[in-house]
């Protein structure tokens, strides 16, 4: 006794065998992995209030100096709950793409009681709608983005789409014509993921970053004026420009600003010169980030009093593929969604 916290020897010893057996794991240990180590219920208790043991999830252990990064929280889900498969904003994070949720999702075909850091769905995932990534089972991509068109928000199934749509995983336009076929089915596809494919199917390219996204949406429920999305102009050089989103008519320009894409020192001098070129330009650059659109309401009012505060103007000529030319000589379709912006 006394040589680990109070922990016998012969009991401290069969640790070190379940430890060995849990290789692999992460630092993490079974319930059924303890008990061939020779180690008792009893055994364990004892474990715990030496601090040798710490409970994750049920059946479940982590040995006491294991930190539980979120690989080790997936590890722990799949010891404890055999029969899940990872879905929802995890499968999103595991497909590579953009995802609103930091909690780990699974599901499974039982109930599940809630647990801290965890989101449990009840469904039945057939063989052919599962994967294995990196050694973990994940749920297709396609029938991910119909579990987070079923239970998230039109934000995080917008921000999901259109982070696969850049990394080529789907065509928005291909997959809205395919998910017709199923209208008149017994399982249609959830009217948000309609929603967000009719939107990105008016678009020839997906927004760049989730930022871009949020803005978009976010802006539309507070009744912005519809922006134009990347629309060319160039400086005062002759270069072209392209913002983010823009209201020609006002010469209002957003701009969003995210670290991921934008926090390098190179970045930073490009995006002032940048600024200043729009400005110059005779623009009015709005920057956006992330903790500005956590404000909420606030900054879609200051933007609109942006806008306010400058004139409606009727387009004459327009850059068109880094072109100056008269409105009339636009393709009809474009015409037409200019003149709409314009009055």
Known sequence: ??????????????????????????????????????????GISRLVRAGLLHPVLP?????????????ARMTAALLSFPDAVFSHG??????????????????RP????????????????????????????????RRTLFDVAATGTLEQLAVAIESAWRLNLLNPARWLAQLKDRSRT????????????????????????????LFLYRGRAFGLPEPVLKARCVDDYGQPLEPDFSWPNRRVVVETMGFEVHGTREAFEQDAFRVLRLAAAGYTVVPITWRMLERGDQVFALIQKVLRSHPLRRWRRIVYDAMEIPLRTLPPEVRMSVEALTG
């Not at 599940?112 to 089972?137: K, N």
């Open 1 to 42: 006794m006394g040589k680990n916290r109070g922990v016998s020897d012969n009991l401290f010893g069969r640790l070190e065998v379940a430890r060995r057996a849990a290789a692999g794991q992460r630092g993490l240990v079974e319930v059924k992995q303890l008990e061939l180590a020779g180690i008792s219920r009893f």
């Open 110 to 141: 039982r109930r599940t009681h809630a647990q801290d850091g965890y989101t449990f769905h009840r469904s039945i995932v057939l063989p052919e709608a599962r994967e294995v990534i990196d050694h973990l089972p994940v749920t297709k991509l």
């Open 59 to 71: 059946r479940v252990w982590r040995f006491g100096n294991v930190l539980m990064n979120e690989p």
């Open 90 to 107: 995890t499968a999103l994070r595991l497909h590579g793409l953009d995802t609103l949720s930091n909690r780990i999702e699974l599901t």
């Open 186 to 213: 017994r399982f249609p596809a959830p009217p948000q993921l309609i929603r967000v494919l009719r939107d990105a199917r008016r678009r020839t390219r997906p927004l760049d970053s989730a930022l871009e996204v």
